[in-house]
């Protein structure tokens, strides 16, 4: 499934909603927090950041292969090529008055999806995430 | 995201229930502005049913701990849903928040 959602901005939660609708996630309670979670992080990052007039488009898809229960979100959009993945992770060592606000997001996602990868492509940022969602 | 504070003798007992997400990570910031103040002293925050938290959520813990460690008062999270602990636990904030 695929959609194009344009204008972008303060459409976060239009657009997480129709990813959590789609057919393709699991019914599990555990596996759809970590993949609902994951998504908002993913969208915001997007929606707040991609575009600096703040009014762009993002074309979201979700695909799930029957023979792995691999699921895979994909988030694509035309803003300024960023990779969000070149971020270092947070030390999550530090001592509470040490921490910087901020800078979770994508670690939440790296952490909670089985894979999350990068590209740049004819001019589009492309974010590919992927979760095994076979609970058996 | 329903946050109710009752203060009395130098504490705060704090209920959360709901969930703080992308679109009300804001107002929940300006719930917890009384617990920022020195006068909410030591927080005990029940968050039986605080069913979800994304990272704008947890960076509101963070504050939340920088200001009561500042004031060298002590903050409690308890009794959070596993799912919740989990995303405390992956980000470090197990570490630096006191959950029990």
Partial sequence: MK????????????????LMASPDMPSDDGLLFKIRLSIEEAVENVVRYAYETGNGWMEVSTDLNHD???????????????NPLDRPDPDITLAAEDRPIGGLG?????????????RYENGCNILTMKKNINID | MDVTINQS?????????????????????????????????????????????????LRMFLMLQKAVSSRKNKLVLRNMKPQVKEVFDITGFSNIITIE
Avoid: H
């Fill in chain 1, 3 to 18: 959609k194009l959602f344009d204008p972008i901005k303060d459409k976060s939660s239009e657009i997480i909603e129709w």
């Fill in chain 1, 68 to 82: 792995t229960f691999e699921l895979t979100i994909e988030l694509r959009d035309a803003g300024t090529p960023f």
């Fill in chain 2, 9 to 57: 003798e130098g504490k705060s007992l704090v209920v959360l229930n709901g969930r703080i997400d992308t679109t009300n990570a804001d107002q929940f910031l300006n719930d917890i502005n009384p617990l920022m103040q020195p006068e909410a002293g030591d927080i005990d925050m029940d968050c039986s049913n605080m069913d979800y938290t994304s990272s704008q959520g």
């Fill in chain 1, 106 to 118: 994508i670690f939440l996602c790296k952490q909670l999806m089985d894979d999350i990868a990068y």
